[in-house]
């Protein structure tokens, strides 16, 4: 494809447009009468099973969606991330975050060098440090071991570790390893989530890992030097090279801060934030809390779906079906949003991560060459884990709007519970509700079934279930560090797919910046209204009135900020 051209100029997504209104005459009823059809939409790997028989998409659906992505050259875009070249090219970078989980002696090149040593070489000193900690080799500044870790970070330095570390915390292994530790993870700048986070943690037994690629975060660094201040002020300023340390590449600051840059632990220009978990921006909190050992399976889990993704053919390629499924739903039958229902309380914090890789990779308007979409493109993600959103919002995904789901159901629960007596145990109790939904979603109820059910004339419209609303199942054998690595690893790879098929640049996030720079003018009129009484000036009168109506309510804040911590 030319580099200029788009993707909807092309035959393959004309055709797909004619063919929405084949699929229009169908029903999923009907189409999962065809068992032919159903067992060829599944595909299997490595103890998984993915069946996305409930979509709304024929054989000849998935044989044109294939068409698309060759003539999205799809195939040759992920040859080209693997191969380090700068596909990233708004900030001329290479996209290499599967370097970061690739075997010792794998060959990853990023501008001519291979990679993968420097990454090892980092997960090595990670591993001997994390060992230290743990070991209680390690001692803070009165000597006393450091049991706790607050990780500092935002964004992409938070979200990712949140989920893996929310997964593992219930998984036996892991659950031995961290005994007597605590990990917490501090991202936002609002002070509540400071004083949540240092409640009931005593600053002699407490390690803080700054997370901040440049070291000048704005949110990342007032909350780190917010936990600095925590510290001296009770063991005094030379306690803070005992009892922080950093990942970052900006050795400079590190050190200014009061951090050792031999404490400091590297990443790459090639990493993006959302897709960093594996790197240092993960695995050193994680390593702390669970031992390296847990964490490098982790790393393994993921490793094993990049090669899949890289080497399957396009019609297994589980992150390829799924890209190829989320761009027919989203730029074809309309469907703008995504819900993501793990059926496992440990993948709570899921969604939310998915939610920054997906719409923060792919909310753009433009493609990768600058030219505005004639298409809808990027999708709304959200979710909850099942039972608890059958009974938030199902409501409106089986008689409201069409919400393509993803149901993710694990085999053998992380924590068993039987009682005698009960008809199933709590684990089958709540895969059949894992089961249930994604047919209920498909087939509905008719009128005619209502009525053959005695049901009341006048209830019969409030009882009918449209059906035909799209769904996927992912069954995974377990919820390890193993399989949590692919879990993770999938839907990032699905992600780029629906770019690359897109046309967009999955890999930048210029849509961030504008609210951050118009915060630092907010931020100096705040300092100067409040030290030198300055009127709120330059703003439009929406903001002007809703800045200084703040003002006036907290004028009992002092000009001249005195040392206050939180009091929890």
Known sequence: MASSALISDTEPWKDLKGHVEEINKT?????????????????????????YSRQRATLETMGKLIKLAEAAGLKDKINRMFAGEHINSTENRSVLHVALRAPRDAVIQSDGKNVVPDVWEV???????????????????????LKDVVAVGIGGSFLGPLFVHTALQTDPEAIEAARGRQL??????????????????????TLVVVVSKTFTTAETMLNAR??????????????????????????TLVEKFGIDPKNAFAFWDWVGGRYSVCSAVGVLPLSLQYGFSVVEKFLKGAS????????????????????????????FLGYPARAILPYSQALEKLAPHIQQVSMESNGKGVSIDGVLLPFEAGEIDFGEPGTNGQHSFYQLIHQGRVIPCDFIGIVKSQQPVYLKGELVSNHDELMSNFFAQPDAL????????????????HLIPHKTFSGNRPSLSLLLPSLNAYNIGQLLAIYEH???????????????????????????????????????????EGFNFSTKTLMTKYLELSSDIPSELPTLLPRI
């Open 27 to 51: 029903h999923l009823r009907d189409l999962m009468n065809d068992v032919n059809r159903c067992q060829a939409m599944m595909v299997e790997f490595d103890g998984m099973l993915l069946d």
């Open 123 to 145: 997960l090595d000193k990670i591993q001997k440090f994390s060992e230290t900690i743990r070991s209680g080799s390690w001692v803070g500044a009165t000597g006393k071991a």
């Open 184 to 205: 917490h993870f501090l991202a936002n700048v609002d002070p509540i989530d400071v004083a949540r986070n240092i409640a009931g943690l005593n600053p002699e037994t």
């Open 226 to 251: 917010t936990l600095r201040e925590w510290i001296s002020s009770s063991l005094g300023p030379a306690a803070v090279a005992k009892h922080m340390v950093a990942v970052s590449t900006n050795l």
């Open 304 to 331: 094993s779906i990049d090669q899949h993704f890289h080497s399957s053919p396009l019609e297994k390629n589980i992150p390829v079906l799924l890209g190829l499924l989320s761009v027919w739903n989203v730029s």
């Open 442 to 457: 498909a087939y509905g109820k008719t009128p005619e079934q209502l009525q053959k059910e005695n049901v009341a004339p």
């Open 494 to 536: 699905r992600i780029a797919v629906e770019g690359f098929v897109w046309g967009i640049n999955s890999f930048d996030q210029w849509g961030v910046e504008l609210g951050k720079s118009l915060a630092t003018q907010v931020r100096k009129q705040l300092h100067a209204s409040r030290t030198e009484g300055k009127p709120v």
